[in-house]
T-cell receptor
Framework: AQSVSQHNHHVILSEAASLELGCNYS??????LFWYVQYPGQHLQLLLK??????LVKGIKGFEAEFIKSKFSFNLRKPSVQWSDTAEYFC???????????FGTGTRLKVLA | KAGVTQTPRYLIKTRGQQVTLSCSPI?????VSWYQQTPGQGLQFLFE???????NKGNFPGRFSGRQFSNSRSEMNVSTLELGDSALYLC??????????????FGPGTRLTVT
């Protein structure tokens, strides 16, 4: 069955700490990969996406993610977090050309000022 | 360009009732998808519509249904509401065309509470 696992459900960091959120997927065939963020009281917004090419993808607000095909992983990273990064982060996959996204259960990040 | 809009934003219903939620996609977007978001479960795919046809469906009971109109606006309906249907229902739209990617743009959601 298609699935996405986010192993860290809650993460608490101090400002300037480095961030890495794990995402593993189980999906037969080629995939597109996404990270979305949901700030408190706001819509889900796209942080970054991977369709093909360079497996290291850079997104908005200094976030990046690396697609490792052999590990079925797409981990999100940021070298130095800010208080404003406090939010819930969702990893998602879908098959190219389709609009059915499979989401992980999300990781709540709290950054302490 | 206006974003995805959903109405109503909040809704309280009683068990056994039915409810209809509405979604207006971004202008020019013809694919509309619906998701249920609950704590601990994350976002779960309900269904996707394109050109008034349901193209994909998630693993939800038949009480959950939807439709899409010729102007791409979509509605979802939940009949015989259960307490477990309490959730945030999100709508997402996508542009479908040559060179388009699969990126989905999400609305603010409708918060449904079933008592």
């Amino acid at each position: 069955a298609q699935s996405v696992s986010q192993h860290n459900h809650h993460v608490i960091l101090s400002e300037a700490a480095s961030l890495e959120l794990g995402c593993n997927y189980s999906y037969g065939g080629t995939v597109n990969l996404f990270w979305y963020v949901q700030y408190p009281g706001q819509h889900l917004q796209l942080l970054l996406k991977y369709f093909s090419g360079d497996p290291l993808v850079k997104g908005i607000k200094g976030f990046e993610a690396e697609f490792i095909k052999s590990k079925f992983s797409f981990n999100l990273r940021k070298p130095s977090v800010q208080w404003s990064d406090t939010a819930e982060y969702f990893c998602a996959v879908n098959a190219p050309g389709t609009y059915k996204y499979i989401f992980g259960t999300g990781t709540r990040l709290k950054v302490l000022a | 360009k206006a974003g995805v809009t959903q109405t109503p934003r909040y809704l309280i219903k009683t068990r056994g009732q039915q409810v209809t939620l509405s979604c207006s996609p971004i202008s020019g977007h013809r694919s509309v998808s619906w998701y249920q978001q609950t704590p601990g479960q994350g976002l779960q795919f309900l269904f996707e519509y394109f050109s008034e046809t349901q193209r994909n469906k998630g693993n939800f009971p038949g009480r959950f249904s939807g439709r899409q109109f010729s102007n791409s606006r979509s509605e979802m309906n939940v009949s015989t509401l259960e307490l477990g249907d309490s959730a945030l229902y999100l709508c997402a739209s996508s542009f479908v065309g040559t060179g388009a990617d699969n990126e989905q743009y999400f609305g603010p959601g409708t918060r449904l509470t079933v008592t």
